[in-house]
């Protein structure tokens, strides 16, 4: 339905008028503006959870021809296909840059990890979790960055298979050592934290035993 009512405006568009006034196609986008709205087209195909040849079916195409006079019609699943592994790529990258910015803040990331089937392609994806403090010349927030997107193959829905593959992408985003650098440290934090507690209630019980026996000692 969406799509007459689409055809019915860019005929009536192109019927009304005359000379000037009549609708002309725009020239063809440049490679620059080209690239840009591809990657649109790209944030949309995954933001929407559309398939990744929803940009080249024919109510997209007239929907972006109207849109940019024509200048622009759409782009292929390829096209699509290859911005998405872009921005996997873009993640990482500021996945990685977002770890050494807690590391050298003495923090560490926590991670989830899961796998599931989407459009008949079984995919492995890895979010880090941690705090941006002000320090960072930023708001205190709670941030998640993509740490890991790898495709796999139906027999890869094993336990095994999933740390193998969460641990080498961890390493492309700076996470060489995981039980170092996630789980070992995340423990040895919270055992000092519990040590601390314990001196700390000592100290009182302490502080607590003298002021009973100078209180002895004045009686």
Same mark, same amino acid.
């Given at each position: 339905?969406?799509?007459?009512?689409?055809?019915?405006? +860019?005929?009536?568009?192109?019927?009304?008028?005359?000379?000037?006034?009549?609708? @002309?196609?725009?020239?063809?986008?440049?490679?620059?503006?080209?690239?840009?709205?591809? &990657?649109?087209?790209? @944030?949309?195909?995954?933001?929407?959870?559309?398939? @990744?040849?929803?940009? @080249?079916?024919?109510?997209?195409?007239?929907?972006? /021809?109207? $849109?940019?006079?024509?200048?622009?019609? %759409?782009?292929?699943?390829?096209?699509?296909?290859?911005?998405?592994?872009?921005? /996997?790529?873009?993640?990482?990258?500021?996945?990685?840059?977002?770890?050494?910015? !807690? &590391?050298?803040? %003495?923090?560490?990331?926590?991670?989830?990890?899961?796998?599931? #089937?989407?459009?008949?392609?079984?995919?492995?994806?890895?979010? #880090?979790?941690?705090?941006?403090?002000?320090?960072?010349?930023?708001?205190?927030?709670?941030? &998640?960055?993509?740490?890991?997107?790898?495709?796999?193959?139906?027999?890869?829905?094993?336990?095994?298979?999933?740390?193998?593959?969460?641990?080498?992408?961890?390493?492309? #985003?700076?996470?060489?050592?995981?039980?170092?650098? $996630?789980?070992?440290?995340?423990?040895? /934090?919270?055992?000092?934290?519990? +040590?601390?507690? !314990? +001196?700390? !209630?000592?100290?009182?019980? *302490?502080? $607590?035993? *003298?002021? $009973? !026996? *100078?209180?002895?000692?004045?009686?």
């Amino acid at each position: 339905m969406e799509l007459g009512i689409l055809e019915a405006g +860019l005929q009536e568009r192109n019927q009304r008028g005359s000379g000037k006034d009549k609708a @002309e196609k725009a020239p063809p986008l440049s490679g620059f503006a080209q690239a840009v709205v591809n &990657r649109l087209a790209g @944030e949309w195909v995954v933001d929407e959870d559309q398939f @990744e040849n929803a940009a @080249e079916k024919p109510g997209f195409k007239k929907l972006a /021809a109207a $849109i940019s006079s024509g200048a622009w019609e %759409g782009c292929c699943t390829e096209t699509i296909s290859q911005e998405i592994s872009v921005m /996997a790529v873009e993640g990482q990258e500021d996945a990685g840059d977002f770890h050494a910015e !807690l &590391r050298k803040d %003495g923090r560490k990331p926590s991670m989830s990890v899961d796998l599931w #089937s989407k459009h008949h392609q079984a995919l492995l994806g890895g979010l #880090s979790h941690g705090i941006r403090r002000p320090g960072n010349k930023q708001p205190w927030k709670m941030l &998640r960055k993509l740490s890991a997107c790898k495709t796999c193959r139906h027999d890869h829905h094993t336990g095994a298979f999933v740390q193998d593959l969460s641990w080498k992408e961890w390493g492309l #985003s700076g996470i060489d050592d995981p039980v170092r650098d $996630i789980f070992k440290a995340k423990t040895d /934090a919270g055992q000092l934290g519990s +040590l601390l507690l !314990l +001196l700390r !209630l000592l100290l009182i019980l *302490i502080l $607590i035993l *003298i002021l $009973i !026996l *100078i209180l002895q000692v004045v009686t």
